[in-house]
C-alpha cells in the first residue's frame, strides 16, 4: 500500500495529506457518520416510538421505556467491544469494521418497516428491542476500527488531528439525523410524519449503507496490522492478552475511570441530554429545540478538529483534563441559564410556587428503571413522578408510616392516592403558574443557542483527542481489543444510562437540577484519576506490539 511506509515506519514528515490519507479518512469517517446518524435517529424520533410501540402504557411511561430501550443499545456495547475488537485484532481492522457497519444499517431499516403495537402486540417492541441490541452490538466495534484504521495511517506527530476527523463523526451523525429529520417534517407537516412520514429517516438508512460499503471495500488493510499479519505476530488470544495479563488489563482499567467513563457524561450531558432537557424538563415544542441543538452543533463542532490539532502539540491529556474540570465547574449554571433564556415563565414558577410533598419515607423509592420492568406503584412514587414528569420542584416532607402521600401546591392540598390525582395535579401545578410547556416568543435564542455551544465545545475538549489516546495506550496486536471495552463501557454504560439516572435522582431529590450531580462527580472522578495515573502518548511509536 502505498502508505505504509509512511504509516508504518511512523515517521514524522511535513507537508499535507496525501491522497490516500485523504481517501482513508473520507472513508472511515464518512461510514462512521452514517452509523451514528442510524443510531441516534432512535433517540431523536423517541416520543414517535414510544407513540406507536408502547402504546399500552401512560404516555409518560411510554417515553421512559422508550429511553430505556434506546439505552439498552449502549447496554450491549461492550460485548460488541469483545466481539469485535477480538476479530479487529485477528482477521484485521477492514473487514471487521464493514461487518460492523452492515449490522448497524440492517438494524436501523428494519426499525423503519416494523409494525406498532397495535398491530403486533408485544411482539412489536420486542423485535424493536432486539434491532436496537443489534445496532448497539455493531457500534461496539465500529467505532474502535474506524479510529485505530485511521491512528494506524497518519503519521506520527498528525494522529491527533487525522483521528479528530473521526470524532467529529458522532456530532455529524446527529446533526444529520435532526437536520433530515426537522426537513422532512417540515415537508410533509406534522400531521403526515406523526402518522407515517418518522419512518422515512430509518429507511433511508438503507442508502446510505449501501454508500458506506461501496466505498470501504475500495480501502486497503491498515499497513501495521498487515505488516503484523506477514510477520506472524498477531494475537492468537487477544481477549486473553488484552484483560488476563495484569499489565494490560490495568490499562484498560484505568482508560476507563481515567478518560472514556468522563468522556461519555459530558458527550451525553453536552448533546442528548441538553436535548432531552430542553423537551421534556422546559417543554421547549421538539421542532424548536431541535434548531436550537442543530445551530449550537454547527458552531461547534469544528473544535473537534481545533483540539485534535492542538493535542498533537501540547499532548491529549491537558486537552480533556480541561474538558472535565470545566464541565465539572459550570455544568449547574449553564443547564440554569438554558432554563433562564428558554422558559422563563418556569423559572418563576420555581421560584414563587414552592411544592412540598408529604409522605411515608418507606414508601419513597430511588426511582431507578434499568430495565424498564421495575414498578414504582406507592403514592409517594407516584406523587414524585407525577412532579418531575411537569418539571416542578419539590421539598419532602416526612409523615407517619402508612400514610398516603399528598402534594401541598401552595395552601391546597391533592391526596396521591385519589383516583383522580393524574388529572387533578397539571391541573393544580398550571393554576400556580407552571406553564404547559415553553412559549417560543419568550426563548431568547440567540443565549441560548451560546450556552448549548458552550456545551458542544466542552464535548469537543473531552472527545477530539480520546482517539489518538486510546489507540497510543495499547500495543497493536491487542489495540482493537484494549481500546474498544474501556471506550464503549465508558460511553455506553456510564453515558447511555445518563438519562435514566438523571430522571432517578431528580425524583429522588426534588430538584429539577439535581441529576447533574450524576455527570460532575464522574467527571471530577475522571480529571482526579487521568491526571495522576494516565500518560501522556502523543510521541509512543505505535508501531510496536
Known amino acids: 500500500m502505498a502508505m505504509a511506509a509512511t504509516a508504518g515506519s511512523e515517521g514524522v514528515r511535513t507537508g499535507g495529506m496525501t491522497a490516500e490519507e485523504r481517501k482513508v479518512i473520507f472513508a472511515s469517517s464518512l461510514g462512521t457518520v452514517f452509523e451514528w446518524y442510524d443510531f441516534y435517529i432512535y433517540g431523536t424520533l ?38 469485535f475488537g477480538r476479530l479487529g485484532d485477528m482477521i484485521g481492522r477492514k473487514y471487521t469494521f464493514l461487518i460492523t457497519m452492515t449490522l448497524m444499517g440492517v438494524g436501523t431499516f428494519f426499525i423503519g418497516l416494523l409494525p406498532g403495537y397495535e398491530s403486533w402486540g408485544i411482539a412489536a417492541p420486542v423485535v424493536l428491542i432486539v434491532l436496537r441490541l443489534v445496532q448497539g452490538l455493531a457500534l461496539g466495534g465500529e467505532y474502535g476500527g474506524a479510529a485505530i484504521y485511521v491512528a494506524e495511517h497518519a503519521p506520527r506527530n498528525k494522529r491527533g488531528y487525522y483521528t479528530s476527523w473521526i470524532q467529529t463523526t458522532a456530532t455529524l451523525g446527529l446533526f444529520l439525523a435532526l437536520l433530515l429529520i426537522l426537513g422532512i417534517r417540515n415537508w410533509m407537516g406534522e400531521d403526515s410524519f406523526g402518522s407515517w412520514g418518522w419512518r422515512i429517516p430509518f429507511l433511508l438508512s438503507g442508502i446510505l449503507l449501501a454508500v458506506s460499503v461501496w466505498i470501504r471495500l475500495s480501502l486497503n488493510e491498515s499497513p501495521i496490522f498487515q505488516k503484523m499479519k506477514e510477520e506472524g505476530t498477531t494475537s492468537k488470544r487477544p481477549l486473553s492478552e488484552a484483560f488476563g495479563e495484569w499489565g494490560n488489563a490495568k490499562i484498560a482499567i484505568l482508560a476507563l475511570f481515567g478518560a472514556t467513563a468522563g468522556e461519555a457524561v459530558v458527550w451525553y450531558g453536552g448533546q442528548f441530554y441538553a436535548l432531552f432537557f430542553l423537551t421534556q424538563t422546559l417543554k421547549v415544542p421538539g421542532a424548536t429545540a431541535q434548531i436550537l441543538i442543530v445551530i449550537a452543533l454547527a458552531l461547534g463542532t469544528p473544535g473537534f478538529i481545533l483540539f485534535g490539532w492542538l493535542s498533537d502539540r501540547i499532548g491529549r491529556k491537558p ?33 414563587s410556587s414552592p411544592v412540598t410533598v408529604i409522605a411515608d419515607p418507606s414508601e419513597c423509592s430511588f426511582q431507578f428503571k434499568a430495565t424498564g420492568t421495575e414498578k414504582f406503584t406507592t403514592s409517594c412514587d407516584i406523587a414524585k413522578s407525577g412532579l418531575v414528569n411537569l418539571s416542578v420542584n419539590y421539598q419532602t416532607q416526612d409523615a407517619p408510616k402508612g400514610t398516603p402521600a399528598q402534594v401541598k401546591i401552595g395552601e391546597q392540598t391533592l391526596n396521591a392516592s385519589s383516583p383522580d390525582f393524574a388529572k387533578a395535579l397539571p391541573a393544580t401545578i398550571k393554576a400556580h403558574g407552571y406553564p404547559a410547556s415553553a412559549d417560543p416568543a419568550d426563548i431568547n435564542w440567540v443565549m ?24 497510543e495506550l495499547f500495543p497493536s496486536r491487542i489495540r482493537y481489543s484494549g481500546m474498544s471495552l474501556p471506550y464503549h463501557i465508558g460511553n455506553g454504560w456510564f453515558g447511555g444510562f445518563l438519562p435514566a439516572t438523571v430522571f432517578a435522582i431528580v425524583a429522588w431529590t426534588g430538584n429539577i437540577y439535581s441529576g447533574l450531580w450524576y455527570p460532575v462527580i464522574i467527571a471530577v472522578m475522571s480529571l482526579v484519576v487521568g491526571f495522576l495515573f494516565l500518560p501522556e502518548t502523543k510521541d509512543v511509536d505505535i508501531t510496536k506490539t
Open 46 to 83: 423517541g416520543s414517535f416510538l414510544a407513540k406507536y410501540f408502547f402504546s399500552n402504557v401512560p404516555p409518560n411511561v411510554a417515553f421512559i421505556f422508550t429511553l430505556l430501550a434506546f439505552a439498552a443499545g449502549f447496554a450491549v456495547r461492550p460485548f460488541g467491544a469483545l466481539i
Open 448 to 471: 441560548t443557542v451560546v450556552l448549548l455551544w458552550l456545551l458542544v465545545i466542552y464535548v469537543t475538549l473531552v472527545y477530539a483527542p480520546i482517539a489518538a489516546w486510546l489507540v
Open 319 to 351: 486537552i480533556i483534563l480541561a474538558g472535565f474540570l470545566l464541565a465539572a465547574l459550570t455544568y449547574f449554571p449553564i443547564f440554569k441559564g438554558i432554563t433562564h433564556f428558554a422558559n422563563p415563565k418556569l423559572e418563576a414558577a420555581l421560584a
